[in-house]
């Protein structure tokens, strides 16, 4: 029976040499996530005189502005400075990955300047901490990319922050119907992120970490079927719940670990695979192995989760930039 998937919050093969440290820092801890983009996204689009201007002159939800008449657009407020008037405006905008120049002619009614665009410049959400490399403090969450909702395509990354977080409620997963985690974000905030790609979201951890209970890595090549764990802070303190690892692929770039939740303390909170928990680690023999990044939308108790060390490598490219 084919089974559906869906990737919980959003291509690499890993390498011989690696520069991150042995041990890590597992958090298994939710955050807050604010991500900046690279110009405005174009989302959806309103009538204006009984018409759907920008649609109807070629805009596209997914188009990301990035310049209006040559001038840079970084944000919505400095679109709403320059689209002021009645006028033509040569927007330069980027649509699957090629830059295009495109006339938007705008109109005013009720005394409204109206562009006919519903837009935005950021997105926020939580997930889960993976781990935090004491040396160099480079940390990684998720274990897959930020999409734009509209478009599904990833989220061209400016920058952005992680906060701290405090589950408050569980929205349960059941069969066809993923659940969620809900959380308090507050002000305080724990990182940078500085990349958003397939396998995760990267940055530089900026609040105060402790060495201790320091988790070793361990290699795809050394993990088994069977008995593993998940670490999860669902509000009350950090736990780890047990899974079964079904299967292996080593051939798939993001989906590499197979397995099922057998552990009922943590299905009687969540029903199974929750969105938010993306990005959660997964322990085998006291070491870590991988993050969990995907679940079965008609079998919840299942999910995948992607090697360990795929995350480490794309996170040691920050230190070489």
């Not at 689009?45 to 920008?54: M, N, Q, R």
């Not at 299942?302 to 490219?317: A, H, P, S, V």
């Given at each position: 029976?084919?089974?559906k998937?869906?990737?919980?919050?959003?291509?690499?093969?890993?390498?011989n040499?690696?520069a991150?440290?042995d041990?890590?820092?597992?958090?298994?801890?939710?955050?807050g996530?604010?991500?900046?983009?690279?110009?405005?996204?174009?989302?959806?689009?309103?009538?204006?005189?009984?018409?759907?201007?920008?649609?109807n002159?070629?805009?596209?939800?997914?188009?990301?502005?990035?310049?209006?008449n040559?001038?840079?657009?970084?944000?919505?407020?400095?679109?709403?400075?320059?689209?002021?008037?009645?006028?033509?405006?040569?927007?330069?905008?980027?649509r699957?990955g090629?830059?295009?120049?495109?006339?938007?002619?705008?109109?005013?009614?009720?005394?409204?300047?109206?562009?006919?665009l519903?837009?935005k410049?950021?997105?926020s959400?939580?997930g889960?901490?993976?781990?935090?490399?004491?040396?160099?403090?480079?940390?990684?969450?998720?274990?897959?990319?930020?999409?734009?909702?509209?478009?599904?395509?990833?989220?061209?990354l400016d920058?952005?922050?992680?906060?701290?977080?405090?589950?408050?409620?569980?929205n349960?997963?059941?069969?066809?119907?993923?659940?969620?985690?809900?959380?308090?974000?507050?002000?305080?905030?724990?990182?940078?992120?500085?990349?958003?790609e397939?396998?995760?979201?990267?940055?530089?951890?900026?609040?105060?970490i402790s060495?201790d209970?320091?988790?070793?890595i361990?290699?795809y090549?050394?993990i088994q079927?069977?008995?593993?764990?998940?670490?999860l802070?669902?509000g009350?303190?950090?736990?780890?719940?047990?899974?079964?690892?079904?299967?292996?692929?080593?051939?798939?770039?993001?989906?590499?670990?197979?397995?099922?939740?057998?552990?009922?303390?943590?299905?009687?909170?969540?029903?199974?695979?929750?969105?938010?928990?993306?990005?959660?680690?997964i322990?085998?023999?006291?070491?870590?192995?991988?993050?969990?990044?995907?679940?079965?939308?008609?079998?919840?108790k299942?999910?995948?989760?992607?090697?360990?060390?795929?995350?480490?490598?794309?996170?040691?490219?920050l230190?070489?930039?």
């Open positions: 029976m084919k089974k998937l869906v990737i919980l919050i959003l291509l690499l093969f890993p390498i040499v690696f991150y440290s041990r890590l820092i597992i958090p298994g801890k939710p955050v996530i604010e991500v900046r983009a690279k110009g405005v996204y174009i989302v959806d689009f309103y009538k204006v005189d009984d018409e759907y201007i920008a649609k002159q070629g805009f596209k939800t997914g188009d990301i502005i990035t310049k209006v040559n001038k840079d657009i970084n944000n919505i407020d400095e679109l709403n400075s320059v689209l002021n008037k009645p006028d033509t405006y040569r927007l330069t905008i980027i699957n090629k830059v295009l120049d495109k006339d938007l002619t705008i109109k005013k009614e009720r005394n409204t300047i109206s562009t006919g519903y837009v410049d950021r997105i959400g939580i889960t901490l993976s781990y935090i490399d004491p040396e160099t403090k480079i940390f990684a969450a998720l274990g897959h990319e930020i999409f734009e909702g509209s478009s599904s395509d990833k989220f061209l920058d952005g922050n992680i906060y701290d977080a405090n589950i408050n409620s569980i349960k997963s059941s069969s066809n119907d993923i659940g969620e985690l809900h959380a308090s974000i507050t002000n305080k905030e724990l990182g940078e992120i500085n990349k958003n397939i396998n995760g979201i990267y940055g530089k951890y900026t609040d105060d060495s209970n320091l988790v070793e361990d290699s090549e050394n079927l069977g008995a593993a764990f998940i670490r802070d669902l009350d303190e950090k736990e780890d719940y047990s899974i079964n690892i079904i299967s292996l692929n080593n051939s798939d770039q993001v989906k590499n670990i197979f397995f099922e939740i057998t552990d009922d303390r943590l299905l009687n909170k969540t029903g199974g695979v929750v969105q938010g928990m993306s990005g959660s680690p322990i085998q023999n006291n070491k870590i192995i991988g993050v969990v990044n995907y679940v079965l939308v008609d079998d919840v299942k999910g995948y989760g992607i090697f360990i060390e795929k995350m480490l490598d794309e996170g040691d490219k230190l070489q930039q």
